[in-house]
């Protein structure tokens, strides 16, 4: 079956405008997890979310960042007023959240995101 | 607070030898432990998934191990190729419940050389 897909791939912003990113994950997966790359920080958490709810968003790093996520599936991540210290690479990753293979998570390509 | 720690940071290797990466992480009360494989621009790939129950995994010339009292994990690769070449992360879940939110390690960057 399909694997986690996100759009866009690429994304080229100017400073202060918004962006929105989008994650379709694994049909079935229930466990959505969102993450950042960038070079100084390596990979880190940002949201995760449990169906359509958002138990934990400790690693979303200001309140210019949110998430959604709607039908159990598809999540966006919304950067508002985009600053030159949000360019990363944007990873989106789903899980089972129970029985066998529960945890294990699949990601997708990301969205390199850059703000100039 | 979990912390993940791989070494090498980078190594490079002739084609065909055997290779070791190393992971550590201080707390030892995980529920698993992912390697993950990451081409350049791309996203990751997983590799091995070993339960805390498990002491190993295998899949094909890759073979990863888990110790958890000592906090250690290794991704043994034989009879490496240039198309192994890419950076090799491991990751733990820090979350409870049904959350499994990974921590992650910086990477070893593997290049094998033709």
């Known amino acids: 079956g399909a694997g986690v897909s996100q759009s866009p791939s690429n994304k080229v912003t100017e400073k202060g405008k918004d962006v929105e990113l989008r994650c379709d994950p694994i049909s079935g997966h229930t466990a959505l997890y969102w993450y950042r790359q960038s070079l100084g920080q390596g990979l880190e958490f940002l949201i995760y979310f449990q169906g359509n709810s958002a138990p934990d968003k400790s690693g979303l790093p200001s309140d210019r960042f949110s998430a959604e996520r709607t039908g159990g599936s598809v999540s966006t991540l919304t950067i508002q007023r985009t600053q030159q210290e949000d360019s990363a690479v944007y990873l989106c990753a789903s899980s089972l959240d129970s029985g066998q293979g529960a945890g294990e998570q699949y990601f997708g390509p990301g969205t390199r995101l850059t703000v100039t | 607070k979990q912390e993940v720690t791989q070494i090498p940071a980078a190594l490079s290797v002739p084609e065909g030898e055997n290779l070791v990466l190393n992971c550590s992480f201080t707390d030892s009360a995980i529920y698993n432990l992912q390697w993950f494989r990451q081409d350049p621009g791309k996203g990751l790939t997983s590799l091995l998934l070993?339960?805390?129950?498990?002491r190993e995994q295998t899949s094909g010339r890759l073979n990863a191990s888990l110790d958890k009292s000592s906090g250690r994990s290794t991704l043994y690769i034989a009879a490496s190729q240039p198309g192994d070449s890419a950076t090799y992360l491991c990751?733990?879940?820090?979350?409870?419940?049904?959350?499994?939110?990974?921590?992650f390690g910086k990477g070893t960057l593997l290049t094998v050389n033709p």
């Open positions: 070993i339960q805390s129950s498990q």
């Open positions: 990751a733990v879940p820090e979350g409870g419940g049904s959350n499994y939110k990974l921590t």
